[in-house]
């Protein structure tokens, strides 16, 4: 079984920083891509950012030059650097994750932790 726990979420001001983890564990063999999605009170959940085993990465262009998607793999670990918030990046942060078992690839996400912008 795979089990992926975010850490790092808070309340911070408009324009603040915050810093959100996520680490797997459990038993697979490798992970593949980890990304990051959201939802906001009342709305559906959306993508956030991804990263791929060796570094590419992509993102929601809500949040392109704003947010930095990173991993560690000897950690099992991926990272979401957030600056210069904004109220509308309020949300239930999830970290989302492909680990190889056996034979197959299965997809997890974690229990999310909350983000809130406001002053």
């Known amino acids: 079984q795979v089990q992926l726990v975010e850490s790092g979420g808070g309340l911070v001001q408009p324009g603040g920083s915050l810093g959100l983890s996520c680490v797997a564990s459990?038993?697979?063999?490798?992970?593949?891509?980890m990304n990051w999605y959201r939802q906001a009170p009342g709305k559906q959940r959306e993508w956030v950012a991804t990263?791929?085993?060796?570094?590419?990465?992509n993102y929601a262009d809500s949040v392109k030059g704003r947010f930095t998607i990173s991993r560690d793999n000897a950690k099992n670990t991926a990272y979401l650097q957030m600056n210069s918030l904004k109220p509308e990046d309020t949300a239930i942060y999830y970290c989302?994750?492909?680990?190889?078992?056996?034979?197959?690839?299965?997809?997890?996400w974690g229990q999310g932790t909350q983000v809130t912008v406001s002053s």
């Open positions: 459990g038993k697979f063999k490798s992970i593949g891509a």
């Open positions: 990263i791929q085993p060796a570094g590419g990465t």
């Open positions: 989302n994750a492909a680990t190889l078992a056996s034979f197959s690839w299965r997809d997890t």
